[in-house]
């Protein structure tokens, strides 16, 4: 068995017939995963935006900006992904190793806070139906 480790030029598919095994149903996984992810990003865009009513309330553009935050992170672990199999995504290392990692961290924290805004935005829809229409709004979504 060969270490993937030793020199540069070792390929990740130059191992033992059963790690090799391991790694194709791993990549098929990992390709089948994304690949439902991407899907279900983009069929939930599109209902996002050309529905009105998801559109007229504050909880629509939530979600809208939770699914453009998935879609983001989700490309940035892909084309990590693909560098195991010496795909490169961007010229430039910087961009793969340093910026790559960055837009990755910030996309999962905007992701999670957008999921937190949700939860809010519904605890004050039930716990003050009145008040929710001058608190739950786009326009204080776009300054949150």
Partial sequence: MTSNFTTQ????LATAPSLQLGIW???G???FAYGLGFIGNLLSLIVFCTQDEFRKIST???FMLITISNFIHLWTLASDYLTLYSIAMYANTFMQCRLSYYIQNISRAMSTYWMVTVALDRLIRTE????????????NVIII
Wanted: aromatic share 4%; charged share 15%; glycine share 4%.
């Fill in 9 to 12: 030029n070792t390929s990740i």
């Fill in 25 to 27: 149903i791993t990549t």
């Fill in 29 to 31: 996984c990992a390709c």
């Fill in 60 to 62: 629509g553009l939530l």
């Fill in 128 to 139: 003050y139906p009145m008040r929710s229409k001058k608190i739950c709004t786009k326009h």
